[in-house]
């Protein structure tokens, strides 16, 4: 198959698979709706109270007959009694009571004031375990304006913005029902993507989003929506997809940056805390080669990341990869040299996150020296294309 059919196959599948109805039946294929998103916001809920900024209806999933309105600005308490809802004195029997306009799809202005902060769009409340677990409901860019200022600072320039834009769009969409078993798509937490509402909205980030309307990244090879992670900075050298993921992926490779070294750190542990990991006896050395940005040893990624350490002790020794040290003792990056400093073990090293995908520092950078977004995200993004998907 030629790669303009892979391509057009791709997109066929994707479309088909983020438009599928949410279980409002035919009314939600109308034409000119955007993927709309589930954002876990709370959970083990006994009580919550909201109001709504127009009038909605609130209802059950599974039996939308089942229902009450709800005006605009009324103060609405639902509670949880054994297996059963309670809102407006009455029942509701079912796993999940839903917040929307009379109209489901047409969300456009709707703000849901959630124990007294504002978030856009509707609200779903699902039981679990005698308790709820309260998801915002809301289409794709809506989601975006609480994520984009807490990612990355709205006075960055304005491509810098827009980066982060697309990346944030193609990871939410590509990563949708992330949690399924909880009842959601995405978490607001920085296991997924850090989003607080609109508490936070900014006109910069909003006006980014905007410029990138519906534009996210497909790959060059088959099609499909790429997985698009992104980190605070690189130290100098971004990441290959094996070396973090342990699988190849040819749009994520090791990128060079505007700068290196950036972002230096260092940290210090004492030889007690560092012989307790590892129940070696006295540690008596440290094998690590030396740290060069952008060259690979047996030790070292291609970008100069630690792949493992050799901890020699008195009662033996063990190979830790540079993963688990940072995991243990809450290192900024893997870009780091260590050595035993006295009773204490130094790390000194650069870069801030995992060091895959897009740089945030980095995009900065090339903003700033007059790239555009596109070049920006082709540079950390390899073989990709922007495509608009709505």
Known sequence: MSYRSLLMAGWTVLFLFLFL??????????????PELRVGLFSGQKSVTFQASRECVLSLRSNPKKKVSVKKG????????????QAKGKKFSGECLELRPPDPRDMKDLVTTLNGKP???GLQMRLRGGAMVVVNILPV??????VLPEEMPPSWAPDALKVQAVAARTFALKNRKRHEPEGYDLCSSTHCQLYTGMTEEDPHTDEAIAGTYGEVLFALVNGAL??????????GMTENSEDVWGSYSPCLRAAKEVETKTHPWSKTVTMDEFQKQFNLG?????????LEIGKKTKDRTSSGRVKSVQVVGSKGSKTVSGTELRSL??????????KLQGNQVAFSGYGWGHGLGMSQWGAKAFAERGDGYQKILAHYYQDTIIKKLY
């Open 329 to 338: 003792f809450g290192l900024k990056s893997t870009l780091f040299s260590v």
């Open 282 to 290: 006295k540690i008596k050395k440290i094998e690590l080669s030396s």
């Open 21 to 34: 109805p949410l279980g409002h039946g035919a009314e939600e294929s109308k034409s000119g709706w955007q």
């Open 74 to 85: 009324e103060t609405i308490t639902v509670t949880v009694s054994g297996w059963d809802f």
């Open 119 to 121: 978030y856009r769009g």
């Open 141 to 146: 860019e809506q989601y975006l304006r609480g």
């Open 226 to 235: 790429i997985d698009a992670p992104f980190h605070t900075d690189s130290g």
